[in-house]
């Protein structure tokens, strides 16, 4: 096993979980349009990019519209979103996280987000965590969606370490294909049942340390 260097980080379910203000804004957002979308079907949208997101929900209600009108429900979306991220506050950061991210500094790995949101930044922001990273990859620095490995590729180039000497933390099993993808090891974040491709599974990273998951990595290798 190649040593790992590089931690890269999707945003959401990972270091916080802001998928509920997601679904707040899609549902408003589908309610003006009369179609009925429930947290159920909020699921397929995660790690999908926000366009791709609006056309199924589209597709779920049966209706079609011009680019032109998806783009600018795309920003109304957004821009409810955003007043719910303005009031976001720092201890909403998910269990252990914080801690987790300065322990992994302090030893030594580079550490960067890959995340498709265009409001990575920001959220960093909120949460007082944006010194905790080295690099940020975000929606505002690549065009494909995962599983396109451009995030990961992108996070690696930014902290100057070649992909295989990085893992990637996430809680989508298209952000666990786009690592692949990358030729990095996969984190993921939830359960077996939905990161089934993952090389290993957490519930979370609280009372986990960046060693304990290298030893972990290490002995799926060897298996």
């Known amino acids: ?41 909020n699921e397929r949208l995660k790690g999908v990019s926000r366009m791709r997101s609006f056309e199924i929900i589209l597709e779920i209600g049966g209706v079609t519209m011009p680019e032109e009108e998806k783009e600018k429900n795309c920003t109304k979306k957004n821009d409810i979103y955003l007043e719910y991220i303005y009031q976001l506050k720092s201890d909403e950061i998910l269990p252990g996280v914080r801690k987790f991210l300065e322990d992994a500094r302090a030893g030594g790995y580079r550490l ?17 965590i944006t010194d905790l990273f080295d690099e940020i990859a975000d929606g505002t620095i690549v065009s494909n969606a995962k599983p396109d490995p451009e995030i990961f590729l992108k996070g690696a180039e930014l902290l100057k370490l070649p992909s295989d000497s990085c893992a990637v933390f996430e809680d989508a099993a298209a952000g666990i294909e786009a690592a692949h ?3 990095m090891y996969a984190v993921g974040i939830g359960t077996e049942e939905n990161l089934p491709e993952a090389d290993i599974i957490l519930p979370g990273l609280n009372n986990i ?7 972990k990595l290490q002995e799926v290798e060897r298996s």
């Open 1 to 41: 096993m190649k040593e790992i260097k590089g931690l890269l980080f999707d945003l959401d379910g990972v270091i916080v979980d802001t998928a509920k203000y997601h679904y707040l804004a899609w549902k408003k957002l589908a309610d003006d349009l009369d179609i009925n979308f429930t947290e159920k079907d």
């Open 112 to 128: 960067a987000l890959g995340s498709a949101s265009r409001n990575a930044k920001l959220i960093l922001e909120k949460l007082g």
């Open 181 to 183: 993808n990358a030729g």
């Open 209 to 215: 340390t960046i060693e304990d998951i290298v030893k």
